[in-house]
């Protein structure tokens, strides 16, 4: 079964970090590229980070020099490392390739 699965997500206070992965079954994530998206309550989903088959990353300004994207090409996984997040950072993160998405990830910034 063709499928991607994210992990990670959680409740953090502000100024933490969060490690979020995406595992693929049935796709080689680095022949592909991988992106992070997320969507908040009441808006539209947007994309975060991308990291390209090259290994090239690309981000969104709002989340550059706090969130790095990697891959693990032996554990099929993509990460997304998330530093001095915000509360407006908290969404449902998800991880796309090939056109498909994953089930997605909570992550709630408060204190």
């Known amino acids: 079964q063709v499928q991607l699965v994210e992990s990670g997500g959680g409740l953090v206070q502000p100024g933490g970090s969060l490690r979020l992965a995406c595992v693929g079954s049935g796709l080689i994530l680095s022949r592909l590229s991988v992106s992070w998206f997320r969507q908040a309550p009441g808006q539209a989903r947007e994309q975060v980070a991308v990291i390209r088959w090259s290994g090239a990353t690309q981000y969104a300004d709002s989340v550059k020099g706090r969130f790095t994207v990697s891959r693990d090409d032996v554990k099929n996984t993509v990460y997304l490392q998330m530093d001095s997040l915000h509360p407006e950072d908290t969404a449902v993160y998800y991880c796309?390739?090939?056109?498909?998405w994953g089930q997605g990830t909570q992550v709630t910034v408060s204190s």
């Open positions: 796309r390739a090939d056109l498909r």
